[in-house]
Every structure is written in structure tokens, then in C-alpha cells.
């Protein structure tokens, strides 16, 4: 797979369940970002969880880290059909590279959520 | 909450035209990004700025693209000559420092005819 790569690529929930997203990547990262779009629109920033930390919340949203396993994972709990959009993970280089700041995407998991 | 905010929202261009895709990133940041994503495709990176110089590109930021920071708000990106494969989102972004929160504008659709 390539960097930041997401699994599924497509999750259909009915409102009120918990829906987790998974993201792999390859080389060593500085940080790794969950980002929201919705259809046709920017990217909102959810969550920035470091190299060395191993999970982070957010209201709603829990996000791990496995850097062993090059892996993270988003949950959203309880979602809403508000949640309905596309998740990203997004991985920035480690300092001293030439790739630190510079964000590699994956192809982003497709969210619904039936009311 | 500061945003970074992308101008103009949808732009139609004929083939071989200039575009300046203009930005005003979030006003203590210092690092300064442009994206693209084509329709249905990754978001892909395309350059980085920093200290009023490019500090990284991608090879999809060849000769015909250019970055400025005219002054102390503005970033902009110039596509010299468009050709219809441009025709995308583009998306400006900056952090205030590396390894931090990168944060987004909306996004410039750009589409080339």
C-alpha cells in the first residue's frame, strides 16, 4: 500500500453506531492528521496525534497510533448523519527531512450515516 | 476561530490562460502550503514555502506554476499557461510551525476548457 493509505474505503453505519476508519503508512512520520471533507468542500482538521503518542481524543474521537505497525485508527462514537463525509489521514516527515511539514494523504475512507 | 480563506471560490479558465489562485493564510503562521486535489484523486502536495522562499516542491510543480507572498498576507499560486490536466481543487494551507497543526482553506476549484 502506499503512504497513508486508508481502510475501508467506503463505511455505511446506521446513526448512534461507532464507526472506525484505519490508515497505514510506510516511512517514519513526525505526526500523523485526521482530516474531514465533505463532499465538494475544504479540509477540516480533526486530530494531530505525534510519533510519540499512542492515542488522543477529541470529543467524539479517538485516534491511535501503532508506529510499529506503521498503522492509526480513527473512531467516531455515537455517530451522526452531521458525520456523513470522507476521512483522510495525512502523515508529515520527521524533523531534519526533507519531507518534514509536508502532509502525504491516502485516498480517504467514505462515511455514511443512514439516519 | 482563524481560517485560512482561498479566493476565488470556482474559476473557469481557457486552456493556455494565466490563473493567480490567491490565499490569505492565518496571520501568525509561517508555513505556507499549496495542495491540489483532481476530482475523485488524493490530495496531493504541491509545494511549500517558508522565509519568503519554496523550501520543498513535488515534480507536479514544474516551471509553469509559481508561488509569491506579495506582501504580509497574501499567498499566491500562478499557473502560467493551464492546460485542461490542471483542472482541480486547490487547496492553500499553513501551520505556525513545523511539525504543528496544518489547517486548510476551502479550496479554488479551477477548471480548465
Known amino acids: 500500500s502506499q503512504q497513508g493509505e486508508e481502510d475501508p474505503q467506503a463505511l455505511s453505519i446506521q446513526e448512534g453506531e461507532n464507526a472506525t476508519m484505519n490508515c497505514s503508512y510506510k516511512?517514519?512520520?513526525?505526526?500523523l492528521q485526521w482530516y474531514r471533507q465533505n463532499s465538494g468542500r475544504g479540509l477540516v482538521h480533526l486530530i494531530l496525534i505525534r510519533s510519540n503518542e499512542r492515542e488522543k481524543h477529541s470529543g467524539r474521537l479517538r485516534v491511535t497510533l501503532d508506529t510499529s505497525k506503521k498503522s492509526s485508527s480513527l473512531l467516531i462514537t455515537a455517530s451522526r448523519a452531521a458525520d456523513t463525509a470522507s476521512y483522510f489521514c495525512?502523515?508529515?516527515?520527521?524533523?531534519?527531512?526533507?519531507?518534514?511539514?509536508?502532509?502525504?494523504f491516502g485516498q480517504g475512507t467514505i462515511l455514511t450515516v443512514h439516519p | 476561530e482563524p481560517e485560512v480563506t482561498q479566493t476565488p471560490s470556482h474559476q473557469v479558465t481557457q486552456m493556455g490562460q494565466e490563473v493567480i489562485l490567491r490565499c490569505v493564510p492565518i496571520?501568525?503562521?509561517?508555513?505556507f502550503y499549496w495542495y491540489r486535489q483532481i476530482l475523485g484523486q488524493k490530495v496531493e502536495f504541491l509545494v511549500s514555502?517558508?522565509?519568503?522562499?519554496?523550501?520543498?516542491k513535488s515534480e507536479i510543480f514544474d516551471d509553469q506554476f509559481s508561488v509569491e507572498r506579495p506582501d504580509g498576507s497574501n499567498f499566491t499560486l500562478k499557473i502560467r499557461s493551464t492546460k485542461l490536466e490542471d483542472s482541480a481543487m486547490y487547496f492553500c494551507?499553513?501551520?505556525?510551525?513545523?511539525?504543528?497543526?496544518?489547517?486548510f482553506g476551502e479550496g479554488s476549484w479551477l477548471t480548465v476548457v
Open positions: 496571520s501568525n503562521h509561517l508555513y
Open positions: 514555502f517558508y522565509n519568503n522562499e519554496i523550501s520543498e
Open positions: 494551507a499553513s501551520g505556525s510551525w513545523e511539525g504543528n497543526t496544518i489547517y
Open positions: 495525512a502523515t508529515a516527515g520527521r524533523a531534519g527531512g526533507t519531507s518534514y511539514g509536508k502532509l502525504t
Open positions: 516511512t517514519s512520520i513526525n505526526n
